[in-house]
């Protein structure tokens, strides 16, 4: 958005630690099956700094979004792309999506032939996000540790360039403002309409 509202930035372990103390309920259960019982937030935010990049979507100056890839593989050419936020983080979504599709051409000459990402059964506002981005998926039967299904996505160089061709087309599904900020908008339009028209000045 114009003006900075949403930027994004390099990750730092001060913003991804709270982003991670303010974790979307669904974001932490996806995370949290997959890993043992004595891990926090606070481990999982310094675990994100540890990849090969990691960037930070704030509004307004506050963190509401962390994301970024690890080398799954020893020859570096699959990538895991992971990412998760706060209850805010619908407002960085759109700025977030031009930034990925905008790395994707850096990555494809850095010879990445493979992105990959998980994601839980149910977790939907997650995976209308990856489809949008031209992900194909497939079942991950018992990914979780107490047997949750998950969804395995993918890209490879062939979609990668093909969604690296349009930066901005629209996501699969819009993304809804909060009924609350909703009716706020429409009160505000109302006020404006009812103030009374100032009289046409005359030469």
């Known amino acids: 958005m114009a003006g900075g509202y949403v930027r994004v930035v390099p990750a730092t372990l001060r ?36 990849g090969r990049e990691a960037w930070v979507a704030t509004v307004r100056g506050q963190p509401v979004a962390a994301f970024g890839v690890h080398d799954a593989t020893n020859a570096r050419n699959v990538l895991m792309i992971w990412a998760w936020g706060t209850p805010k983080m619908w407002r960085a979504v759109p700025e977030m999506t031009r930034f990925i599709r905008e790395r994707v051409e850096v990555w494809i000459t850095e010879g990445v032939t493979r992105v990959e990402a998980r994601s839980i059964e149910g977790h939907g506002s997650a995976h209308r996000w990856m489809r949008a981005l031209g992900g194909e998926s497939e079942p991950l039967p018992g990914w979780g540790k107490g047997g949750e299904d998950f969804l395995l996505f993918w890209w490879t160089q ?38 009374p028209r100032q009289p046409a000045s005359r030469p």
Do not use: F, K
Request: include cysteine; hydrophobic fraction near 35%.
């Open 15 to 50: 913003d991804v630690t709270y982003i991670a103390a303010n974790i979307r309920p669904e974001d932490w259960r996806e995370i949290a099956c997959q890993l043992s019982e004595e891990v926090t937030p606070t481990d999982v935010a310094a675990w994100s700094l540890t």
């Open 158 to 195: 062939e979609t990668w360039t093909s969604c690296a061709g349009s930066l901005n087309p629209p996501l699969q599904e819009p993304i809804r403002q909060p009924l609350r900020l909703r009716y706020r908008q429409r009160r505000s339009v109302n006020r404006v309409a009812a103030l």
